[in-house]
């Protein structure tokens, strides 16, 4: 079956992404969470077959110097097929122009986003709500 693909947050189920989050995984996220960060997004890209969402991600921009290619997800059943790789190539592609593309990923990811020209940042740094959280699923450390 054909891909259907929107960059626009119109007629998005959100209880649906929430669901596609949470089974991906990258943790429970509110469908209402889900509505403001994706509307205060600059790009984003909604990826579905049949009328079922199986693929998603977004950019957060000033339009210029800093985009920040963040929540790219796919479901289980449809990772392996290129999918994730279409979603990163589409949203790098909408961020040309821009000084530095900055992703956060899920530790162990590193290798699949390194295919796509990035690299470790030795200066990043962030605050997390939940440092404890952030500890345990190896995205922060002490050093």
Not at 32 to 38: A, N, Q, T
């Amino acid at each position: 079956m054909a891909l259907q693909w929107s960059h626009t947050i119109e007629g998005v189920d959100w209880e649906e992404l929430s669901q596609l989050y949470r089974v991906a995984p990258l943790g429970y996220k509110k469908p209402e969470d889900l509505k403001i960060v994706f509307s205060n997004s600059r790009f984003t890209c909604f990826v579905s077959e049949a009328g079922r969402l199986v693929g998603v991600g977004r950019v957060l921009s000033d339009g210029l110097d800093c985009a920040y290619l963040c929540d790219v997800a796919v479901l289980p059943s449809h990772q392996g097929r290129g999918i994730g790789k279409a979603i990163l190539r589409d949203l790098i592609e909408r961020c040309r122009g821009h000084r530095k593309i900055i992703l956060y990923a899920v530790p162990g990811k590193e290798p699949f986003y390194r295919k796509f020209g990035f690299r470790r940042m030795t200066t990043a740094m962030a605050i997390f709500e939940s440092e404890a959280r952030a500890r345990e699923l190896g995205v922060i450390d002490d050093t």
